[in-house]
C-alpha cells in the first residue's frame, strides 16, 4: 500500500506542477480554454447525471453499495433477499443525496468536457443568443412544403445555423445519456429488484412489469420521433416518420399508464390486451410506412414536383456551408489560333511575365536535388516541404527535423533528447522553382535555428539546460537566448523530472515544452483544427528579414449533423492565421474571416489579434486543405438548378493523381501574373476526360481567398484536355518518342496549365538522372497546348521559351529547328552504340564471346556506365580501356559479354587461389 500511495502522490505532484508550468508560461493563454473546458464540465455533467427528485432520492450506485453489503453479511438468500429492499423503495438520506449529486459531477466531469460548447455557453451568457431564437422555427421544417427557391433555407436554416452546430449536439447528447440512465437503467433495476421480491414473496405482478417496460420503451421511441427533427436531411417523407414515430411512442406510454392503473387490480396482462397492442404499433407503422412508399412512387414519375423544393434547400444550406455564393464563376472561351511565323518571337516577348515564371520543377525533383545538401548529418531529417514565393520568385522550402542518431547507445538517450539535440541549427533548405538551382536560405531566412517546429524530437519530447550554466550541451556548441520556456527552481524541477534532483540539485533548469507547433497551438487554441480529414494541417515558414516563423491557418470545422438540409457535410471557415516565433514559440494571431464563430473568437482573445504586417504580403498563401475542399463542395452545389442536380449529370470532380499547384501566373482576365492556387476539375463521370474548368484561389492581399472558377461551356467546339490526355498526346508526340530513348532513366514531372496570352498551355518538365543515377537533371520542357480540335500540339525545348516557341511552330505548320533538348548531340541509334562497344575489345585484340550461361559462384562488379548519346562515348571509352588494362589483357585474349534487359555485360574469369571470380562492367544502351 505503501508503494502505491507513493505512486499516487507522484503522479498527482507531476501533474500538479505540469498545471502551475503551464499557467506560469501560458497566462491567459492557457487559462482561458481550461476555463471554457470546465465550464462544459459542469453544464454539460450536471445535465447528464444530477438529479433533481429530492423527494425519491434514489441511487443506483449507492443500493448497489448497499446490496453489496448485504450480501457480503451472509445469510440465506431469503434472508438477503428480505433484508435488501426493492429499488423503487430505497432512498437515501437528503444531505446524503445532495452531497452526491455534486460528487458525481466533480467525479465524472472530466468526460464531458467540450471546449466549444463551453466557449458559446459563455458567448451566450454574455448576451450572445446564437440563433437559439430561431430554433422553433425548426420544428415547422418538416411539416412544411418549401418553395422551389434556395433562399427559404438561407432565411430559416441559416439563422439558427450557430446554435445548432457548437450547443445543441452536446446538450442532445446528454440528455440522450440521461435518459439512458435515470430512465432505461433505473426502470429496468428497478423492475429486476422488484420481481425478486415479489417472487420471493410469492406474488409477482407482471402487468406492472410490464406497464414499467411499456413506458421505458415509449420514452425512448418519443426521444428518438424528437430527434429526427435534427435531421439533416429532410425530405416528403420525414413528416410521416416523425408523426409515426411520436404516435408509437404516444401509445406505448399511454398503454404503460393504463396498464399500471390495472396493475392494482391484475396481476397478468390479458391476451386481448396483448393483441391490441400489438396490433396498434403494427397498424401504425403500416399506415406510415404504406404513406413513404406511395410517396415514392410517385415522386419517381414526379420526381422534380416531389423532391425539387428539398433538394433546392439542400443546395441552399451547402452553398452556405462551402461560402460558395463567393466563388466568382467565369466563362472561358477555349481557343486554338495560330501565330503567324514572323510573329512567334514577338509573342514569346510580349508573354515574358508568364514564360519566365513558370514552375519548372516538382517537389520530387527539387527533393532529389535538396537531399544531398544534409549530407551526412546523422541528426536532421526533411519534415516538410513547401512552395514559397519571395520577390515573385517560387521557391521550394524543406524544412528539418531534429533526430536521435542511431548511434546513441540506450544509456545516453536521456542525455542527447533532452540536453543536446534541442534545435536544428540549419532549418530550412531552398531551391528555385524555376531555375532549378539551390539559393543559400540565409538569402530569406536570417534566423534559421529551429526550436520550435514540426516533428522529430520537437513533437517527442522536451529539452532544457541549467539556467546558470556557463558550459553548454547543445548542439554545435549553441547557447539558448531567448525567453521560449520557464525557468524552474528545485524542488519543483524535482518532480518534474527526477533526474534534475541528481543532476541539478540546487540549480534552476529552464525547460522547453510544447516545441511542436501543432501541439502548442492544439494545446493553447484548442477550438481550431490541426487534423483536416485525417491529415495533419500544412503550416509553412515565413520571414520578416530577421526573424522566422510558421504561418499557421486558424481553420474553425464541425460537423453540420443537426443542421437541416446539412447532408451530414461540414462547416468550415478560415478565423485567420497563428505567427509561431521559430526561435521562442510566441504566438501571434491575424485575423482574416468574417462569420459567427470568428466573431465569438475576437470577443474573447482580441486583444491578441494583430494588423496583418506588410512583409506577410507576398508570403501570405490561402490554405490547401481549405481550397480543396470548397472546391470538392462546389463540384456538386455549383448547380444550382433543381432538374440538373436531380439528373446529376453536370457534377464535377477533381481528376485522379491531381494536386492543386501554387503557381505564379496569369489567368484569364488578369493584368500581370499573380501568386495563386490552380486545380483542374473534370465532368464528373466522362469518359473523355476533358477539362470542365478549373479553380484559382487568390493569395495576394487584400484577395486572398477569393475564388474564381473558369467554367469551359459543355457545347464548346474546341475542347480542354485534362491531364489523361495531356500525357497521352507527350507519349504520342514522335519527338518526345525518340527523345525518351535517349534519356537516361526519365521521369514526367507535373503537367501544370498555365494561359499564356491566348493560348491554354501545360508545361510538363521531364527529368533525366546524373552521374549517380538519381532524377535530378532536367531532360527537356514540353509545352502541350491544351485547346483540343482533334490534333494535339506539342513543342519540346530545354527552357519553356524555346518549349512554347516550338509549340507554337507546330501549331503554324512550321516544322521547328532541332535543338540540344530533342536531338542530344552525337545522336547514336542502340546498334551503332553496340558496335562502339564491341569495337573498344576487338582493336585491343580481345575475342568476344557469348556464352548460353554463367555459372560462377563469385562475381565482381567493376564499374558501370549509362552509353545513350555521344557525349557518353568518351565516359564509355574510358570504363572499358581501364577495364581492359586491369582485369582482361595480363590474363587472357577473350572476354564473355551476356544481355540482361538493356544492359550489356562484359567480363573475364580470373583464377585465385584456386576460385574461379568473374569479374565484369556493365554498359546500359537502352532497349
Not at 520543377?361 to 512552395?387: R, S
Amino acid at each position: 500500500m505503501g508503494i502505491i500511495a507513493a505512486v499516487i502522490i507522484a503522479i498527482g505532484s507531476n501533474q500538479a506542477v505540469t498545471l502551475s508550468m503551464n499557467i506560469s508560461e501560458f497566462d491567459d493563454k492557457f487559462t482561458k480554454p481550461l476555463f471554457y473546458s470546465l465550464v462544459s464540465a459542469l453544464i454539460l455533467a450536471s445535465v447528464a447525471l444530477i438529479r433533481v427528485n429530492i423527494v425519491a432520492r434514489s441511487s443506483v450506485f449507492w443500493y448497489i453499495v448497499n446490496m453489496g453489503a448485504t450480501l457480503a453479511a451472509g445469510g440465506s438468500s431469503r434472508e438477503q433477499v428480505s433484508n435488501t429492499p426493492p429499488y423503487r423503495d430505497y432512498k437515501i438520506g437528503a444531505p446524503q443525496f445532495v452531497i452526491w449529486q455534486i460528487t458525481k459531477v466533480l467525479l465524472f466531469g472530466a468526460f464531458f468536457t467540450n471546449v466549444l460548447f463551453g466557449f458559446a455557453a459563455m458567448e451566450v451568457v454574455e448576451g450572445n443568443t446564437l440563433g437559439l431564437e430561431n430554433l422553433p422555427t425548426l420544428f415547422t421544417l418538416p411539416f412544411v412544403t418549401p418553395p422551389t427557391d434556395p433562399s427559404y433555407s438561407t432565411e430559416t436554416v441559416v439563422p439558427m445555423m450557430p446554435a445548432l452546430l457548437v450547443l445543441i449536439p452536446p446538450l442532445l447528447g446528454v440528455i440522450g445519456l440521461r435518459l439512458i440512465l435515470y430512465v432505461g437503467m433505473h426502470s429496468l433495476i428497478s423492475v429486476s429488484t422488484s420481481y425478486i421480491r415479489d417472487v420471493a414473496e410469492g406474488k409477482p405482478r407482471y402487468l406492472n412489469y410490464v406497464s414499467t417496460i411499456e413506458a421505458l420503451i415509449g420514452i425512448g421511441v418519443l426521444w428518438t420521433g424528437f430527434n429526427l427533427f435534427f435531421t439533416s436531411d429532410i425530405d416528403y417523407n420525414t413528416r410521416y416518420l416523425i408523426a409515426g414515430t411520436l404516435v408509437i411512442g404516444a401509445a406505448l406510454v399511454a398503454f404503460s399508464f393504463m396498464d399500471r392503473l390495472r396493475a392494482k387490480v391484475l396481476t397478468h396482462m390479458l391476451k386481448r390486451d396483448v393483441y391490441i397492442r400489438v396490433l396498434t404499433i403494427i397498424a401504425i407503422a403500416i399506415i406510415v410506412g404504406a404513406a413513404v412508399s406511395v410517396n415514392n412512387s410517385i415522386a419517381d414519375a414526379r420526381k422534380i414536383e416531389y423532391l425539387g423544393p428539398y433538394t433546392a434547400q439542400q443546395i441552399g444550406v451547402n452553398r452556405y456551408l462551402a461560402e460558395l455564393g463567393e466563388i466568382e464563376e467565369r466563362t472561358h472561351d477555349v481557343q486554338l489560333q495560330s501565330i503567324s511565323a514572323n510573329n512567334i518571337d514577338a509573342y514569346i516577348g510580349n508573354n515574358g511575365d508568364v514564360l519566365d515564371v513558370i514552375r519548372v520543377w516538382d517537389w520530387e525533383a527539387a527533393f532529389a536535388k535538396l537531399k544531398p545538401e544534409i549530407g551526412l548529418i546523422p541528426y536532421v531529417d526533411f519534415e516538410d516541404n513547401d512552395i514559397l514565393r519571395f520577390n515573385n520568385t517560387l521557391y521550394w522550402t524543406a524544412s528539418m527535423k531534429p533526430i536521435l542518431p542511431q548511434s546513441v547507445v540506450a544509456d545516453d538517450v536521456w542525455y542527447n533528447e533532452h540536453l543536446v539535440y534541442t534545435h536544428v541549427p540549419n532549418g530550412f533548405l531552398t531551391l528555385d522553382a524555376t531555375e532549378g538551382q539551390i539559393v543559400d536560405s540565409a538569402e530569406f531566412f536570417s534566423q534559421r535555428a529551429i526550436y520550435y517546429g514540426e516533428g522529430g524530437l520537437l513533437e517527442e519530447t522536451w529539452s532544457a539546460y541549467p539556467s546558470n550554466r556557463e558550459v553548454t550541451a547543445e548542439l554545435n556548441g549553441a547557447f539558448y537566448e531567448g525567453p521560449g520556456g520557464l525557468t524552474l527552481p528545485p524542488p519543483m524541477s524535482w518532480v518534474f523530472e527526477p533526474n534534475f534532483l541528481l543532476s541539478f540539485p540546487g540549480e534552476p533548469v529552464h525547460i522547453m515544452r510544447y516545441k511542436d507547433i501543432n501541439l502548442r497551438m492544439e494545446t493553447l487554441y484548442p477550438y481550431f483544427v490541426y487534423d483536416f480529414f485525417g491529415k495533419e494541417l500544412d503550416s509553412y515558414p515565413v520571414t520578416d528579414g530577421t526573424d522566422s516563423y510558421w504561418l499557421v491557418p486558424l481553420i474553425f470545422g464541425t460537423r453540420a449533423d443537426d443542421v437541416p438540409w446539412a447532408m451530414n457535410n461540414h462547416y468550415i471557415r478560415l478565423v485567420g492565421y497563428a505567427l509561431i516565433d521559430t526561435y521562442d514559440g510566441d504566438i501571434t494571431l491575424l485575423k482574416i474571416g468574417d462569420d459567427f464563430f470568428t466573431e465569438m473568437f475576437e470577443s474573447q482573445y482580441g486583444e491578441e489579434f494583430q494588423e496583418i504586417p506588410s512583409w506577410l504580403d507576398e508570403q501570405i498563401r490561402y490554405p490547401v486543405e481549405l481550397f480543396n475542399w470548397k472546391t470538392s463542395m462546389y463540384n456538386f452545389y455549383h448547380v444550382t438548378d433543381v432538374e440538373t442536380f436531380i439528373q446529376a449529370n453536370e457534377f464535377y470532380e477533381i481528376p485522379r493523381g491531381l494536386d492543386t499547384y501554387y503557381i505564379e501566373a496569369k489567368p484569364p482576365g488578369f493584368e500581370e501574373p499573380e501568386f495563386v492556387g490552380l486545380l483542374s476539375l473534370e465532368l464528373r463521370g466522362s469518359q473523355g476526360r476533358n477539362l470542365a474548368g478549373f479553380m484559382i484561389v487568390q493569395n495576394d492581399l487584400p484577395n486572398l481567398g477569393n475564388i474564381l472558377f473558369y467554367e469551359v461551356p459543355l457545347n464548346s467546339t474546341t475542347k480542354l484536355i485534362g491531364p489523361t490526355a495531356v500525357r497521352e498526346a507527350l507519349d504520342r508526340d514522335p519527338d518526345f518518342a525518340q527523345l525518351k530513348t535517349l534519356l537516361r532513366n526519365p521521369r514526367i514531372g507535373d503537367n501544370i496549365l498555365y494561359h499564356v496570352g491566348e493560348h491554354d498551355t501545360y508545361f510538363i518538365p521531364v527529368y533525366t538522372a546524373g552521374a549517380g543515377g538519381v532524377v535530378a537533371q532536367l531532360g527537356t520542357i514540353a509545352a502541350v497546348g491544351a485547346a483540343f480540335t482533334g490534333e494535339y500540339h506539342v513543342g519540346l525545348g530545354e527552357t519553356q521559351e524555346e518549349a512554347f516557341e516550338a509549340y507554337l511552330q507546330k501549331l503554324s505548320g512550321v516544322t521547328p529547328a532541332p535543338t540540344d533538348a530533342e536531338i542530344p548531340e552525337e545522336s547514336l541509334e542502340r546498334q551503332d552504340r553496340i558496335s562502339l562497344v564491341r569495337a573498344l575489345f576487338e582493336e585491343s585484340g580481345i575475342e568476344i564471346t557469348e556464352p548460353t550461361s554463367i555459372q560462377i559462384p563469385i562475381s565482381f562488379q567493376e564499374g558501370e556506365v549509362f552509353f545513350y548519346t555521344g557525349a557518353e562515348q568518351e565516359e564509355t571509352e574510358e570504363l572499358i580501356s581501364g577495364f581492359i588494362d586491369d582485369f582482361v589483357t595480363p590474363r587472357s585474349d577473350r572476354i564473355l559479354m551476356w544481355e540482361e534487359d538493356d544492359v550489356f555485360n562484359f567480363g573475364t574469369v580470373v583464377i585465385r587461389d584456386g576460385i574461379a571470380e568473374l569479374h565484369y562492367v556493365s554498359v546500359e544502351v537502352g532497349s
